[in-house]
């Protein structure tokens, strides 16, 4: 019985204490997020729609994972800006897009750092 208790806690201690700044930024959506900033600064909207698709992929797979690292309300959010992502580049809307590349960032950095 205490084998698993002891399996948990290190699990929870290697979450919590492995989560840095260098690490987050190189999650593949916090990646996908900085180069879509950098296809919407260039115009670029139809790559930037790609890559968007792929981290709504990236989020349906990883959901479990923001279930365990935060709460509803954070991977919630997480996937509205994301949908709102998409939308605004379907619109050309720069200032909305990097809004929500910008919240996206945030929940990210905020389900792994809580």
């Known amino acids: 019985m205490k084998i698993p208790i002891l399996v948990i806690l290190f699990l929870c201690f290697t979450i919590l204490f492995g989560c840095s700044t260098e690490k987050i930024q190189g999650l593949p959506i916090s990646q996908k997020a900085i180069e ?3 296809l919407v600064n ?28 935060g709460d509803k309300i954070e991977y919630h959010n997480l996937n509205i800006h994301i949908k709102k992502l998409k939308v605004a580049l379907e619109e050309k809307d720069k200032t909305e ?8 960032e945030n929940y990210i950095e905020s389900l792994y750092f809580r």
């Open 36 to 38: 879509i900033r950098k």
């Open 97 to 104: 897009a990097k809004l929500n590349i910008v919240m996206i």
């Open 42 to 69: 260039q115009s670029q909207w139809k790559k930037a729609e790609q890559e968007v698709a792929l981290i709504q992929e990236l989020y349906k797979s990883n959901k479990w994972r923001y279930q365990i690292l």
